[in-house]
């Protein structure tokens, strides 16, 4: 029988709200998954407080997630008011700490345990969780070893970009400092055996828990999902995903290139991105623009920006087949929210994904790098669409059997109570 009650998670960069803008800076995936999460412990009967950084004075600081009983998005402010990114929130983390603790006590709340998203939110979930005497858990979501050697470039700019060092020292302290670090894959170990040799940075606390998919929004279109009516082409491969340089969008436009001189008639459309895009982002939004003019592909390449909530299920189960190219892809969620829609997925090999794709047979891995091999897998299903179809029937069985968020919940449930002893 389960001792706990109240669960405190930390996610503490980007933009996180109850019902959130996804593609805005440093806010994709991750807050997803944290909301999911959330939400399928709410189910179990367990109470949780999301807690991240507040930054915006017209956000409330107690903010109830809709229709959910039991979860809150709880702010906490700290360093100046306004954005910053999760490579330089290092230096006001120390300050956030305090303002969390001095909260909770105000507040006279009490947790079971604290559980940290991401390294930013680690550094705090250690200073307290050791302050109150509970149990700390982290999942890293991703990688600084992995991600340093996955975006290669000139070192010292990416440093300067990156904060690397930094990062992959808190990385480790925080792994040997909690109850059990969550990594999403397989392919995130086996990154960090490869990567880093140092013995004291793999202790016996790594578990594997993948993402899940909300399947009760999530799955094969019904009669009513097929008459609705959306503003994209007919035909269409759909690529969704944050704008950064680690996407691989450049990657996709030299093989979609390659695809629409072997097969007329198919559009690509590439959504996700922020309302109000930083530098960082447009400087990619620019290098695919000038790929797009100048391979003439201005009429069948659509950049559709941020995809509001009701139209996430049609865009995916009304595209021929997903792509995500991704250079650096710890797991990829689209991915997942496709498959359970019954979509064919063609995913770079480099991903966390690849632990969830059978190749073909629930799906595609390909390196993006090659345009010629990741134009064959898109031709060939666009050639067969009994392919097309079997291979996207098998791909929405894996997730509805292995995948869903209560599932996920009750394997962190297990865990949490396995180290909370």
């Given at each position: ?15 996180f ?34 807690f ?32 910053i990114?999760?490579e ?45 005497g ?7 979501h ?14 010292m ?6 904060n ?13 400092n909690?109850?059990s ?73 030299y093989?979609?290139?390659i ?11 590439i ?39 009701e139209?996430?299920r ?7 087949f ?52 990741f ?23 894996n ?23």
């Amino acid at each position: 029988m389960s001792k706990i009650k109240n669960i405190a998670m930390l996610s503490t960069h980007g933009y996180f709200d109850p019902v959130p803008q996804l593609g805005r800076t440093d806010t994709g995936g991750q807050v997803v998954y944290v909301l999911e999460l959330a939400k399928a412990f709410s189910l179990m009967g367990y109470k949780v407080d999301i807690f991240t950084r507040w930054f915006d004075k017209n956000k409330k600081q107690i903010d109830p997630v809709p229709d959910v009983e039991n979860v809150n998005v709880i702010r906490i402010p700290a360093g100046n008011w306004e954005f910053i990114p999760k490579e330089f929130i290092y230096d006001i983390l120390p300050e956030l700490s305090n303002n969390m603790i001095e909260f909770i006590k105000k507040n006279n709340l009490n947790y079971d345990l604290y559980h940290g998203h991401y390294v930013d939110a680690g550094i705090v979930t250690i200073d307290v969780a050791t302050r109150f005497g509970k149990p700390a858990f982290f999942t890293a979501h991703s990688l600084g070893v992995w991600k340093r050697d996955q975006m290669g470039g000139d070192p010292m700019e990416m440093e300067k970009k990156f904060n690397f060092k930094h990062r992959i020292s808190e990385e480790k302290r925080i792994i040997k400092n909690v109850r059990s670090c969550i990594l999403t894959s397989l392919v995130q170990l086996e990154k960090l055996n490869y990567l880093d040799k140092d013995d004291e940075y793999l202790p016996g606390n790594i578990e594997i828990i993948s993402p899940g998919v909300n399947i009760h929004q999530y799955h094969l279109p019904t009669k009513a999902d097929k008459q609705v009516i959306t503003d994209l082409p007919e035909k269409y491969i759909y690529c969704l995903s944050r704008i950064d340089a680690n996407k691989g969008h450049d990657l996709l436009l030299y093989a979609f290139d390659i695809v629409r001189k072997e097969i007329p008639g198919i559009d690509l459309v590439i959504g996700g991105g922020s309302p109000n895009p930083e530098q960082r982002e447009l400087g990619v939004l620019d290098k695919m623009r000038t790929i797009i003019a100048e391979k003439g592909m201005q009429n069948l390449v659509h950049i559709i920006g941020y995809v509001p909530d009701e139209m996430m299920r049609p865009y995916y189960q009304h595209s021929l087949f997903f792509v995500l190219p991704s250079l650096y892809e710890p797991f990829g969620m689209t991915s997942q929210e496709a498959m359970a829609c019954g979509k064919t997925v063609v995913a770079s090999k480099y991903g966390g994904i690849k632990n969830v794709i059978t190749n073909g047979e629930n799906g595609f891995l390909v390196d993006p790098v090659n345009a010629e091999e990741f134009a064959a897998i898109m031709i060939k299903l666009l050639e067969d669409q009994n392919l097309n179809n079997k291979i996207g029937l098998a791909a929405h069985n894996n997730i509805f059997q292995n995948f869903s968020w209560e599932m996920q919940a009750r394997k962190h449930i297990e865990l949490y109570n396995v180290h909370n002893e």
